[in-house]
């Protein structure tokens, strides 16, 4: 599980920090992984999405 008020997300078997190219859509919040940050180069860039009813809670309200 994890804790999207910090900068840095753990599971049993890795640490990894939220990428620097972030973003939102009409969906919710957009992360984008470039090469080696999570996977390797083969799989190529990854995006997470990660819908508003997740991210809503930790947004500042003017930005609700």
Do not use: H
């Amino acid at each position: 599980q994890c804790d999207w008020s910090s900068d840095v997300c753990s599971s049993d078997l890795n640490t990894f920090y939220l990428p620097e190219s972030l973003g939102f859509d009409d969906q919710g919040l957009i992360a984008i992984y470039n090469q080696y940050d999570i996977a390797s180069y083969a799989e190529g860039p990854i995006v997470l999405e990660i819908p508003y009813s997740e991210v809503l809670p930790f947004l500042d309200k003017q930005y609700r």
